[in-house]
């Protein structure tokens, strides 16, 4: 495996877990707007 590889799946693998973020923070806000206030 060269260098050029590694960097590679770690910038893919990055970018993945951002995104996987992004889309938790995204539910969790739904979430609580969905809820009922109270």
Same mark, same amino acid.
């Given at each position: ?16 877990? /951002?995104?996987?973020? /992004? ?16």
């Amino acid at each position: 495996m060269t260098n050029t590889n590694k960097k590679l799946i770690l910038v893919t693998g990055g970018s993945g877990y /951002i995104a996987m973020f /992004i889309m938790i923070a995204l539910l969790k806000k739904a979430i609580e707007y969905g809820r009922p206030c109270g």
